[in-house]
């Protein structure tokens, strides 16, 4: 089965992290976050897989390679310019199988596709959307369905009077390439816009499901996408590492303080005496927590040092950060790549430092 994933997208609601690193490639947990992407299509029988890319192409293939370590076969085509969720597929026809699926790349989730792909065959339908039930469908696309799973409405960004079904598409798709018949060439179009409106009563059925979803968009549902999957709510190869302890530290970590489970500590990470990690943690590669420091609900990557006597909670700091003695980051806040914090800073109300910054000693109190 072919799969094309949808990385077009510039992921500004992420920023910082996605300052430095492309979206698809952002580290969650253990891996770049389209691994978990790669992974759930994988269990459901994919083994071509399509990026189809926009910005930072390049960067996003360098980490991911040609697919070999993950078990498909991975190609990357870039459009000339965004040409819209419809126009980007149309951009990829020639490589297109007769039916395969077409994902959103910023879904955290493990609907069952194969499933999905069967009620698409039993219906003989164009194009089957998978569908999930959110609390607030304003900023997806709503779907009303008919007794026989046709769809009968899609809304784009409903206006909030117009909500009366909590249904919404997951951003997963069985297609039919016939669909791409009424996609124009060389121009920008939105499939959600051009497309299903035009398929309705022609072919277009909802597959509503019960699967884990998330929109991984923002750092608060980055927070949340680290947490579903160390606390294994969402079915991930992570589950495996964090055994029946719910705690996966590398053997090379050394870890003299306290680590609460669920959390996940990598290779050469170093927790003082009198240091507290977790739960719902994860520390990166070579990360150092100094003596004293309390680190709770918290993502912190790859080579950051965190001097003691500091607390991290709700926040997450990415890459080669340095933080003083007796700081506080807490309230959702984001540091990007390589921002110093200097001792007694108070970081909080979900600010985000970008990348490179540097705040002197006590600069921030709030
Ligand atoms: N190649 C390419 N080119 N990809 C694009 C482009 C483009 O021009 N525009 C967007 N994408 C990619 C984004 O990177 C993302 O992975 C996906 O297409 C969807 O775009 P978003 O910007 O994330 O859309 P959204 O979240 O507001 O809404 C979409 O997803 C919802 C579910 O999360 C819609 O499909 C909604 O109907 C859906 O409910
Ligand atoms: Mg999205």
Redesign the pocket.
């Known amino acids: 089965m072919q799969a094309v994933?949808?990385?077009?997208?510039?992921?500004t609601r992420l920023r910082p992290l996605t300052s430095t690193v492309p979206?698809?490639v952002v580290p969650l947990v253990d891996r770049p976050f389209i691994s978990f992407m790669i992974d759930w299509l994988a269990r459901h029988g994919v083994d071509d897989v399509i990026m189809?890319?926009?910005?930072l192409a390049t960067s996003v293939r360098n980490v991911l390679g040609d697919g070999s370590a993950s078990g498909v076969r991975l190609r990357f085509?870039e459009?000339p310019?965004?040409?819209?969720?419809a126009?980007?597929?149309k951009?990829a026809e020639p490589m297109l199988d007769e039916r395969f699926l077409m994902?959103?790349?910023?879904?955290l989730s493990d609907i069952d596709l194969s499933r999905q792909i069967e009620q698409h065959l039993e219906t003989e339908a164009a194009a089957t959307l998978a569908l999930v039930p959110v609390p607030d469908?304003t900023?997806?696309?709503?779907v009303r369905l008919n007794e026989d799973r046709s769809v009968r409405d899609?809304v784009?960004?409903p206006s909030p009077d117009a909500i009366d079904t909590n249904l919404?598409?997951?951003?997963a798709y069985v297609l039919q390439r016939d669909v791409l018949e009424l996609v124009p060439p060389d121009v920008?179009v939105?499939?959600?816009r051009e497309v299903?409106p035009r398929l309705i009563g022609a072919g277009l059925f909802g597959f509503p499901s019960d699967g884990y979803w998330l929109?991984i968009?923002s750092p608060e549902r980055y927070l949340q996408g680290t947490f579903d999957i160390i606390e294994g709510n969402v079915r991930t190869p992570v589950r495996e590492r964090l055994g029946e302890d719910w705690l996966a530290v590398d053997p090379s970590a050394e870890v003299r303080g306290r680590a609460v489970p669920p959390a996940v500590i990598e290779r050469g990470v170093m927790v003082a005496a009198g240091a507290h990690v977790g739960s719902l943690v994860v520390l990166g590669p070579d990360v150092s927590i100094g003596t004293g420091t309390t680190v709770e609900r918290s993502v912190i990557l790859n080579g950051s040092t965190v001097a003691e006597r500091c607390t991290l909670r709700d926040c997450i700091v990415a890459a080669g950060c340095s933080i003083g003695a007796g700081s506080s980051i807490s309230g959702g806040a984001v540091l990007g790549e390589g921002v110093t914090v200097g001792a007694e800073n108070v970081i909080g109300r979900g600010a985000r430092i970008f990348p490179g910054v540097t705040l002197p000693d006590g600069a921030i109190k709030f």
Do not use: M
């Not at 900023?139 to 709503?142: E, F, K, M, V």
């Not at 919404?168 to 951003?171: D, R, T, V, Y």
């Open positions: 994933i949808l990385v077009g997208g510039e992921g979206k698809p189809s890319c926009g910005f085509v459009e310019e965004p040409r819209g969720t126009g980007a597929l951009f994902l959103n790349g910023d879904v469908p900023a997806y696309g709503l899609f784009e960004k919404i598409s997951a951003g920008n939105s499939i959600e299903w929109d968009g």
